[in-house]
Every structure is written in structure tokens, then in C-alpha cells.
T-cell receptor, first 114, second 112 residues
């Protein structure tokens, strides 16, 4: 069965520093991978996705993510954090070779400290 | 270009009642998926509608049912509400079943 793990409930980063939000996944076949962000009392906003090709994916708001097949990871990164990046981040996976359900992780709360 | 819209934004019901939530997809999208997000959790897939039929279903009881209309809008119905049904219900739309999903703001349901 497919699954997603976000090992950190919360990540604290000083403004201007680089940030990383971790995600590992498990699927039987090849994955589609996604990152979404959720602001308080809002729905999820799409940030980026990996389908195939280049392992470094660039997305919205300066975020990027690196697909690592050997480590089954898809960590979200940003070179310089902004206070406005503070939100809840979700990693999600879909198994390309099975059904079309997307499985979400539990989320990581990112706090950017001014 | 309107994004995904959901109504109502908030709803309070009592145990045993029935509720209907509504979703209009992003312009040009034909597929609607519904998710339940409990407090402090990630979204859990309920089901997906495409061509007015339920195509995929998550681990939710038959109390949860849905419908998709010819204009691609969708409804989520929950019967015999339980306290545990209290959650944020999210609708997501996409062009096709496997393309990127775009989410609405959600309907927050409180069951007393």
C-alpha cells in the first residue's frame, strides 16, 4: 500500500535562512509526488509536483523539491525563508501504476521566525 | 478565472441529521474529488467523480455519498451524522482523473 511520512510535526527556521521540510514515501510502482500548502482556515494550495524527468522540481513562491528515488524522498526546500512562508505543508503521493487515489501526509507546520 | 468554490463555508448539525455540501470546480475542470480533513490531520480521500460517476472511493462508510451534475459541479451527502464527522471537507477539481488537483476553501462541519 502507498504511504507518505512527514517525520517532523513542526520546523522552525529564522527568516532569511534556508528551509527544508522532509517527506518520504512508499509506493509499489513509480510515484507522482506533490507538495501543497495550507494557510489557517483555508484550503490547500498547490506548490509543485514531480511526474518524471529532472529530479529537481521548481514550484510556486520560490519553493523547490528534490526527488530522490534511492532514498524514496521528496523534500521541500527554499533558499531563503520569509515570515509569510509560515503555514502547514503537506506532501502527497499517487502510485502511477495503481489506482488514482492521492495519499496525503499528516503535515508539517513551518514557523519562520522574524 | 474562478477557482474551486464550496458552499456553505460553515455548518452546524446535530447527531443523526443529514448534510449536503456543494462544490463548483475550477473553470475547465471535469473531475471532482472530496476529502475529509480532521483537526491536526492531513486530508483523507473520500471519493472522486468523473463523467457523473463515482470512480474511486476511500475507506468511508456508505453514509457518505455523492453526485456529479452535467455541469461538473458536485455534492457530498452525509447521512446519520456522528460526532466524529466533524471536520473540514475539501473539494478538489482537476482536468482528468490523474492531473493536478486544485482545492477549494472547504466547508467546516461541526456535529453536536
Amino acid at each position: 500500500a502507498q504511504s507518505v511520512a512527514q517525520p517532523e510535526d513542526q520546523v522552525n527556521v529564522a527568516e532569511g535562512n534556508p528551509l527544508t521540510v522532509k517527506c518520504t514515501y512508499s509506493v509499489s510502482g513509480n510515484p507522482y509526488l506533490f507538495w501543497y500548502v495550507q494557510y489557517p482556515n483555508r484550503g490547500l494550495q498547490f506548490l509543485l509536483k514531480y511526474i518524471t524527468g529532472d529530479n529537481l522540481v521548481k514550484g510556486s513562491y520560490g519553493f523547490e523539491a528534490e526527488f530522490n528515488k534511492s532514498q524514496t524522498s521528496f523534500h521541500l526546500k527554499k533558499p531563503s525563508a520569509l515570515v509569510s512562508d509560515s503555514a502547514l505543508y503537506f506532501c502527497a503521493v499517487r502510485d502511477r501504476n495503481r489506482d488514482d487515489k492521492i495519499i496525503f501526509g499528516k503535515g508539517t507546520r513551518l514557523h519562520i521566525l522574524p | 478565472d474562478a477557482g474551486v468554490t464550496q458552499s456553505p463555508t460553515h455548518l452546524i448539525k446535530t447527531r443523526g441529521q443529514q448534510v449536503t455540501l456543494r462544490c463548483s470546480p475550477k473553470s475547465g475542470h471535469d473531475t471532482v474529488s472530496w476529502y475529509q480533513q480532521a483537526l491536526g490531520q492531513g486530508p483523507q480521500f473520500i471519493f472522486q467523480y468523473y463523467e457523473e460517476e463515482e470512480r474511486q472511493r476511500g475507506n468511508f462508510p456508505d453514509r457518505f455519498s455523492g453526485h456529479q451534475f452535467p455541469n461538473y459541479s458536485s455534492e457530498l451527502n452525509v447521512n446519520a451524522l456522528l460526532l466524529g464527522d466533524s471536520a473540514l471537507y475539501l473539494c478538489a477539481s482537476s482536468l482528468g482523473r490523474i492531473e493536478t488537483q486544485y482545492f477549494g476553501p472547504g466547508t467546516r462541519l461541526l456535529v453536536l
